[in-house]
């Protein structure tokens, strides 16, 4: 199975972007798998410090070892917003291919002395795995929001990614160009959508040469993605989106069941309510899927 950065490398060089979505449990798991591999596409596995504590460190990495030792299947498991060295460093060892490490809440100095170091290590542990640094805060919680929050961070700069690319050596790079994390409920309903900066993300590009994250993906519009994927964007994360579709389906397993109590009987239609989600999703960023059938 080819490396993580060989498989970013050529979705650069083809302007297609990998697909990212965030699991806490079996379900969603299976349903990233299910899609990703009729699809036949990479595809990237999330757990931020919160899914990690929940699922066990070591026992997601097991669950992708042992999918991807079946059948070789392109599957990559990603430490998704992690804030520390001692967590970064846990999931490097527990054989994690990449590390988000998320100082972007800090001032950039601090970001670029934390993040350096967090590169520095785990280039140590393995110097195959690909550290991910993030410049601009975009919210913390991929969850539904009544507003957007207050503490958000004005859009990052060429200049400023470019110095912070130079710094830390990361591998790639999280900008804030207009994205934000979770979603409004006006977007869950499908009245409103996120905007992206095409414009900004293709001159932090330029400045960076760098694969580049999208992260608060969920609830953009497809024109939007394809043009920041045009622009140059990689990785493509979604979580909420997962989550609702999750709950929305769990939800609708109990009405109809209201006297079930045995789990792999209600929770199949919510394996293939999150399924439909991730396979739209994937077959959006890779546009040579466009003539794939469902």
């Keep these: 199975m080819k490396l993580l950065q060989e498989i970013l490398a050529e979705a650069d060089q083809q302007k297609v972007a990998v697909g990212h979505f965030n699991i806490s449990d079996l379900v969603a798991l299976k349903a990233v798998y299910l899609a990703a591999r009729e699809l036949n596409v990479p595809v990237l ?3 931020s410090e919160g899914e990690r ?3 066990g460190v070591h026992q997601i990495a ?6 991807r030792e079946q059948d070789g299947f392109p599957m990559y498991l990603n430490a998704d917003h992690t804030h520390s060295i001692e967590k970064a460093r846990e999931a490097a060892q527990a054989g994690f291919d990449s590390v988000v490490f998320d100082c972007s809440a800090l001032p950039f100095e601090e970001n670029v002395a934390k993040t350096k170091q967090a590169v520095t290590e785990m280039k140590a542990i393995r110097p195959s795995i690909v550290v991910e640094g993030e410049l601009g805060f975009i919210g913390s919680s991929s969850s539904i929001h ?3 929050p207050e503490n958000m961070s004005p859009m990052t700069t060429p200049e400023q990614a470019s110095e912070f690319v130079r710094r830390t050596g990361v591998d790639v790079l999280a900008p804030a160009v207009g994205n ?4 409004l409920k006006s977007m869950v309903k499908g009245e409103t959508k996120k905007h992206v900066d095409p414009v900004r993300i293709a001159a932090i590009k330029r400045a960076t040469r760098k694969p580049l994250t999208l992260h608060g993906g969920s609830g953009t519009d497809d024109q939007g993605f394809l043009d920041a994927i ?3 964007i990689t990785i493509v994360h979604i979580n909420t989106e997962l989550r609702v579709a999750w709950r929305r ?3 609708s397993a109990l009405a109809k069941k209201p006297n079930e109590v045995v789990p792999y009987k209600l929770l199949p239609e919510v394996v293939e309510s999150v399924k439909e989600v991730v396979y739209s999703r994937l077959r959006l960023f890779d546009t040579s899927l466009k003539g794939a059938a469902h």
């Design 45 to 47: 596995i999330g757990a």
């Design 53 to 55: 504590d929940f699922i």
């Design 62 to 67: 097991a669950l992708v070892r042992s999918i």
């Design 146 to 148: 009544d507003k957007i």
């Design 180 to 183: 934000m994390h979770g979603m």
């Design 230 to 232: 045009e622009a140059g």
């Design 249 to 251: 389906e769990m939800d």
